[in-house]
Structures are given as C-alpha cells and as structure tokens.
C-alpha cells in the first residue's frame, strides 16, 4: 500500500512514533524515536523486518547511496529495527549504516501497534514456535503469502534496466566463494549505466553470508521472521505526506528499481503546489 497526502484520520501514526521511547544502538541509551529531528522539513521513519532480513540489509545501502541527495534535501531518518543492541550492532558494524539514527525493538511491538503485515502464520500443531516461524518464511521466500518476491528475486539475476547501475566499475565486491569481482566485470553482462544482470544478486549473496555467519547475532528470537515493516515520511508538522506497508519479502518499496523515488515524486508535487498558490498568475 502506498499513499501520498492521506487523510487526517492516519496522523496518529506520528503522534504515537513521537511518544515512543526505544534502545538507540549508538549509545545504549532508550530515548524517544524521533529525538533531535523535530524541526527538519521531513522525517523519514522506517520500519524494518530483521535486521538480519534481506529488506533490511537493502534498504540501508539505498539509503547510504542516496544520503548526500537526502541531506540536501532536510530529510531526517530514523529506524527501528527488529532485534537487540547486539543485532543493531553487527548491522551498523558490516553496512556502515549511522548508528544514532537505528534503535532496536526486541518483540516487533512497534509494528504490532503499527497494524503491520505479520507475514504468513500458518501454525502446524506439532511444530514449536520456532519450526513454525522457518516454515512460513520458507514458503513467504516461495511466493506464498508474500506476492512479487519470486519476481523480485529474479530481477536481481536477469537485471533491470530501469534500475541505476549498482556496482561501480572501479569498485571491487567480494561475495563469499564467488572471487573478488570489480564493478568492472558486469559490463560484460550487458554494459553500463543500468543494473546489470546478476549485479543485485552479487551484492544480496553478500548480505546472505554474512546474516548465516552471524545468525544467532542478527536474529536473536526467531519468532519474527517473518514480520514485514512500513515507512513513513513526515514533514515538519507531523503531517504523514506518504506510507508504505510491506506485504512482501524484498517488497520494502512500490518501486524496487528505485525505492526512494517516492521522495523525488513528492518534490515534483510540492514544487508544483507551491508554484501554483505563490504564482497562481505567472509561468513557474
């Protein structure tokens, strides 16, 4: 589900994020969510799933490659991801993500009280919480109860060329068993300036191995797996200018080619909005 400019009924979500207190990871310190933003022009607040999940891992590096533009532009970001001060840890530690700006929420209880997609829940009796929790991920990864993941996943293989180019050319990425490849290596794939086939891939095999080689770190309780997450952009008056509720794995966005390109649409908009009350008369 994606909006722009929803009803006033929808604003409580920022009134709720204001009165929330969670563990911040870089100092350990549990203060509220949106402390030291409140007077930036937009505050983005991500939901994540796991912080050792693949929407999570993803998000952060578009948010790290898009982070001068979102600067720029006064955009503030906060994120509450699922798992504890280790969790958010490891994750600040291997994608370089800012830790002021990550703070933990052990039981999923935000996005419980947020009304966010749980994922699949099927319960098998004599399975525990546990077997039940990788059944229902393993089928959400099928497709079953998560739509457009099987689509995704193989987008990240065939390319995109509606995508930018992920990978560098000078940049050198290394992937597990694969051997160091340079950014270079995927021209060969079909050329530059898009993303190119298997390039996603590459660089989602990254995060795979270092989530598995780092399992009991990244997801400490298990039960929510498969628990999907939402993001919120507000501007400076608490207004909610846009919403995303994920209803799939590798579904943390309307446009995965671009997934913060709801932030350069709402720029058109109020260039426009504002083009036509301060100059309703003149060429803009």
Not at 137 to 153: H, K
Not at 233 to 240: K, R, V
């Amino acid at each position: 589900m994606s909006l722009f400019l929803v009803d006033s009924t929808l604003m409580n979500s920022y009134t709720f994020l204001n009165q929330t207190e969670r563990q911040r990871v870089s100092d350990g310190a549990v203060v509220p969510i949106l402390s030291g933003c409140k007077s930036a022009p937009r505050q983005l607040v991500l939901l994540w799933s796991q912080l050792g999940d693949f929407d999570s891992l993803e998000y952060a590096w578009w948010l790290q490659r898009e982070g001068q533009r979102l600067q720029t532009e006064g955009v503030v970001i906060r994120v509450i991801g699922i798992g504890n001060l280790a969790s958010g840890q490891r994750f600040c530690a291997y994608t370089g993500f800012p830790a002021d700006w990550l703070f933990v929420d052990p039981a999923a209880e935000l996005h419980h009280m947020l009304n966010l997609y749980p994922g699949l829940s099927l319960k098998i009796p004599p399975l525990s919480a546990t077997q039940n929790a990788w059944l229902n991920l393993l089928l959400m990864c099928a497709g079953i109860g998560s739509p457009g993941t099987l689509t995704e996943v193989f987008r990240g293989y065939r390319g995109d060329r509606q995508a930018p180019q992920l990978i560098a050319d000078e940049e050198t990425v290394q992937a597990g068993p694969l051997p160091a490849l340079k950014g270079s290596f995927f021209k060969l794939a079909g050329g530059k300036g898009f993303q190119r086939p298997f390039e996603l891939a590459t660089l989602r095999l990254r995060n795979m191995l270092e989530v598995l080689g780092h399992w009991r770190t990244y997801v400490p309780n298990s039960a929510y797996l498969t628990q999907r997450g939402a993001t919120f952009l507000f501007n400076a008056q608490g207004d909610l200018l846009y919403e995303h509720r994920d209803r799939a794995i590798l579904g943390f966005a309307s446009d995965m080619s671009n997934p913060l390109s709801f932030l350069s649409h709402l720029t058109s908009e109020e260039k426009i909005n504002n083009c036509l009350g301060i100059k309703r008369n003149s060429r803009c």
